[in-house]
């Protein structure tokens, strides 16, 4: 096994968690079969993964599905909180004036 700088991958895709999901994304890549794409001289996939992200050879895009998906959960949490509120008591509706 390697060892790497984490603060180095951590700056290279742009934090921790970013680096979670791209090393967990990748590691399925190679678990299926895809070839690395830089040669490396451990067995350890992580390893592999680690020095492709920092030679530049992979990086996580964001898929604008995923985006979506959370602009409309927010708008169904509002509805739900909108009539939540209606429900109780304490909800008095803005007058037209």
Same mark, same amino acid.
């Given at each position: 096994?390697?060892?790497?700088?984490?603060?180095?991958?951590?700056? /290279?895709?742009?934090? *921790?968690?970013?680096? #979670?999901?791209?090393?967990? =994304?990748?590691? =399925?890549?190679?678990?299926?079969? +895809?070839?690395?794409?830089?040669?490396?001289?451990?067995?350890?996939? /992580?390893? #592999? @993964?680690?020095?492709? *992200?920092?030679?530049?050879?992979?990086?996580?895009? +964001?898929?604008? &599905?995923? @985006? %979506?998906?959370?602009?409309?959960? =927010?708008? #169904?949490? +509002? %509805?739900?909180?909108?009539? &939540?509120? +209606?429900?109780?008591?304490?909800? /008095?509706?803005?007058?037209? /004036?």
């Amino acid at each position: 096994m390697e060892r790497f700088d984490m603060e180095e991958l951590y700056q /290279k895709v742009g934090g *921790i968690f970013r680096l #979670t999901v791209l090393v967990q =994304k990748r590691l =399925k890549q190679l678990n299926s079969g +895809a070839r690395p794409l830089v040669k490396a001289e451990s067995k350890n996939l /992580k390893d #592999t @993964v680690y020095k492709e *992200i920092l030679e530049g050879k992979i990086q996580l895009v +964001a898929d604008e &599905s995923d @985006v %979506v998906e959370v602009q409309e959960r =927010k708008a #169904t949490d +509002a %509805v739900k909180d909108m009539f &939540s509120k +209606a429900k109780s008591n304490n909800f /008095k509706l803005p007058s037209l /004036k």
